[in-house]
């Protein structure tokens, strides 16, 4: 058998792999995190660490303990994230993007004791408590109105925390991604995923290193996320640029000149928001990018052209999962496929196969199965889910793709009905449950529809009860009805009004002849 490419110690702390080795490693007062016009050297960083898991220790936070992070980027989520983890408990990074009964739900499901939020997500938690189950603390970070304040009790508490002693396979930290039915799963991973992904696909392919500084569009709650902005930098001590604002082109171009990033980690979505604002490639120097990296779903092959045509950077496309917790299939710089989503990073294994599981030739379309060391083992409390999904060592992706005979990926679609708008995942179920609920709505089937920009948005078909009249003022109605009933993001851009939707004979609405 091949060496292991990646050599995990049989006990560790993850915490202390990426706080507290760079500061042994000399690198105490070099920046780790660049917030606003405030810098913390990971010294600090390591301060405020210690504090926060000190301070969850003292609300009797135990280790296997859940602690829900509901931060918007900040410092407090970086000292969240691998405080808890430091006591051997176990961070949540959970989208900030939800509403209350999302939170109720992930709250009870994952029976976490404590949440840690910012000030401006406090009123979602506070709608969710009636029905809250275990949750015993809310920490605020902000005002805390009659809450628990981050500050001050982290003011309290020592700086000094010892980690505790954890397994290479002991829990590290949840994640959970939405799925077609059902409420979202939690993916369960561990102390050594973080140093997989790290050593297979930061090191070799975006060859990070201390001198590197790093801007990420997607969220520290996303996988995607988490790695580019946080634990990436972390591994090597380079520093990493933190923003809690909304996605904004302009706020990014902006950030680019101020902060000279080496490293721009995209979406799609974004990419297309940026190629669009007039002029900017005179307007905005970007030289400090070495290159830029995408993710969340496919790259249309344009956008690469234009981009580098204006910019003189390329983007590496690559695909990752919340399972997998980061990108195994990636572009390269200098041997860039346009449209493809690259090469299979080294120490992942990947195969695409038939129906029956057997391997389908190069050019052929099958389901994408991977094997390699940071997917999770399990999604908690969902066995039937992770036996469908997890088949020993193989994960099933959920998407179609096809290799050429370079070995290059290329994305075809999912296998369910899944879809993503701006990289953050749509289940086409929640819409339709949602859009029934508006009085002049019979049914609703929801799909995936190219924009203008060959990118992926919801369009929902509405059929109307008897009586309603299809008009552009309801299509605007109903739109507003999702964006206020569950999370923005997930509304229909586009409403078509139908007589009847195609079923199947057991009534179960038929999406891909929606989708046409
Ligand atoms: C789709 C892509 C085509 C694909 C993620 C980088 O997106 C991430 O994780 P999620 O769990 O979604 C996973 C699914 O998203 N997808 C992602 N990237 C691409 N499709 N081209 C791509 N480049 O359906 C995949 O199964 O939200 C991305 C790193 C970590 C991540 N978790």
Redesign the pocket.
């Known amino acids: 058998m091949a060496a292991p490419l990646v050599e995990i110690p049989e006990r560790f702390n993850a915490a202390s792999i990426f706080v507290d080795e760079q500061i042994k490693q000399g690198r105490g007062e070099r920046v780790a995190i660049a917030y606003g016009d405030q810098t913390y050297t990971y010294a600090q960083v390591l301060e405020g660490v210690n504090r926060c898991g000190n301070m969850l220790r003292s609300l009797g936070v135990e280790a296997e303990n859940r602690v829900m992070l509901l931060t918007l980027d900040c410092p407090e989520m970086v000292f969240g994230f691998f405080g808890a983890m430091k006591i051997g408990a176990v961070p949540i990074p959970t989208n900030t993007l939800l509403r209350a009964p999302d939170y109720e739900y992930l709250l009870n499901d994952s029976r976490a004791k404590v949440v840690i939020v910012s000030e401006p997500l406090l009123t979602q938690v506070e709608q969710a408590l009636p029905n809250l189950k275990h949750l015993k603390h809310i920490v605020v970070v902000g005002n805390a109105h009659r809450n628990l304040s981050y500050h001050e009790l982290t003011g309290k508490a020592s700086e000094f925390l010892r980690a505790e002693e954890m397994s290479r396979d002991d829990t590290a930290f949840w994640?959970y991604?939405s799925g077609t039915t059902g409420f979202p799963k939690g993916a369960v991973h561990l102390h050594h995923d973080m140093l997989v992904t790290s050593r297979l696909y930061a090191k070799p392919v975006l060859g990070i290193n201390q001198n590197d500084r790093t801007l990420s569009v997607?969220k520290l709650f996303?996988?995607?996320g988490l790695?580019?902005a946080l634990y990436f930098p972390f591994s090597v001590g380079a520093s990493t640029v933190l923003y809690p604002g909304r996605p904004d082109p302009i706020v990014y171009f902006q950030s680019i000149e101020k902060y000279k990033p080496t490293i721009f980690y995209g979406v799609p979505t974004m990419y297309a928001a940026m190629l669009a604002v007039e002029g900017a490639e005179k307007k905005y120097d970007l030289s400090s990018l070495r290159f830029c990296v995408?993710?969340?779903?496919?790259?249309p092959a344009a956008f690469y052209e234009r981009w580098k045509q204006k910019f003189g950077v390329e983007i590496l496309?690559?695909?990752?999962?919340?399972?997998?917790?980061?990108?195994f299939?990636s572009n390269r710089a200098g041997r860039v496929k346009p449209g493809s989503?690259g090469e299979l990073v080294p120490g992942y294994e990947a195969k695409i196969v038939d129906e029956r599981g057997q391997p389908v030739p190069p050019g052929e379309v099958g389901d994408?199965l991977v094997k390699g060391d940071s997917t999770c083992p399990y999604y908690w409390n969902k066995h039937q889910k992770t036996k469908e999904t997890i088949i020993g060592e193989w994960i099933r992706?959920?998407?179609k793709y096809v290799q050429d005979t370079d070995g290059y990926f290329w994305?075809q679609g999912?296998s369910d009905d899944?879809l993503?708008a701006g990289?953050?995942?749509v289940s086409p179920v929640e819409v339709e449950a949602t859009l029934v609920q508006h009085p002049a709505v019979l049914e609703a089937g929801v799909v995936g529809h190219a924009d203008s920009d060959a990118l992926v948005k919801p369009m929902a078909y509405v059929v109307l009860k008897q009586g309603q009249t299809a008009s552009d003022a309801l299509a605007k109605e109903l739109q507003d009805f999702v964006k206020d009933k569950i999370a923005p993001y997930k509304y229909p851009r586009w409403i078509r009004f139908v007589p009847e939707l195609p079923k199947t004979a057991t009534g179960k609405i038929q999406r891909y002849k929606l989708r046409g």
């Open positions: 994640l991604s997607a996303f996988a995607y790695g580019n995408s993710a969340g779903e496919a790259l496309d690559g695909i990752g999962s919340t399972e997998i917790l980061h990108i299939i989503s994408l992706t959920g998407d994305y999912r899944m993503k990289g953050i995942w």
